[in-house]
């Protein structure tokens, strides 16, 4: 009988051994182990960093170049001076002090494409297609931007002999979409016309910061 309890202490103790060095075991590789999390989890973030940062370094360099195009275009860009009509040479342009209700129309209608993203309606409000200058421009905002917002003030207005100049203050709240972060921006914009068929439509347009 003391032969046995004494080999099932000797059994018991040696489990025990067995097991806390186990136990030291997996605690010494856990320790070794979480530095290695450590440092993936580290190039991980600065992976997500390093790609957040080239996203906004190209948005960075889409809004210079279109900004210089624009900035080009704007310095050698006139309204053109339509021809005097046969019937009455000598009428001179009146300047209307307030929009139409027609051409105030059209600007809210442009407003609301824009807050849709809606190329197609842009495409009715333009007649056609739309330049290409203007295209890449609304394309920007489309690509980069989410939940957009636009007001458009009260215009000052140009007609001309079935051509019109509104220049408007339009304000874009938005949220970029490589940052998640809320924006507001407002623009200054040269909007041309053109009357067709006893309908005003938009012939181009030309932000200004």
């Not at 940062?53 to 309204?79: G, H, N, V, Y």
């Amino acid at each position: 009988m003391g032969r046995t309890t004494q080999h099932n202490r000797t059994q018991v103790t040696a489990l025990a051994l067995a097991l806390a060095a186990l136990s030291c075991g997996l605690g010494g590789c856990a320790a070794r182990a979480m530095p290695n999390d450590i440092k993936a989890e580290i190039a991980e973030l600065r992976e997500v960093e390093r790609d957040l940062r080239e996203e906004i370094a190209a948005l960075r360099s889409d809004l210079a170049r279109l900004t210089a195009a624009f900035e080009a275009a704007a310095a050698a860009d006139a309204l053109p001076k339509p021809q005097p009509p046969t019937e009455a040479p000598t009428r001179l342009p009146v300047a209307v002090p307030a929009p139409s209700a027609a051409i105030a129309a059209v600007l809210d209608d442009y407003r609301l494409a824009l807050e849709r993203e809606d190329l197609q309606s842009l495409r009715q409000i333009y007649g056609g297609e739309l330049p290409s200058d203007d295209l890449d421009y609304l394309k920007l905002w489309f690509d980069r931007t989410d939940g957009l917002d636009v007001s458009i003030e009260t215009p000052d207005i140009d007609i001309q002999n079935g051509n019109a100049l509104a220049v408007v203050q339009q304000t874009m709240t938005y949220t970029l979409a490589p940052t998640q972060q809320r924006r507001t921006v407002s623009v200054t914009v040269r909007m041309e016309f053109v009357r067709r068929n006893g309908e005003w439509q938009l012939t181009s347009l030309d932000p200004r910061r």
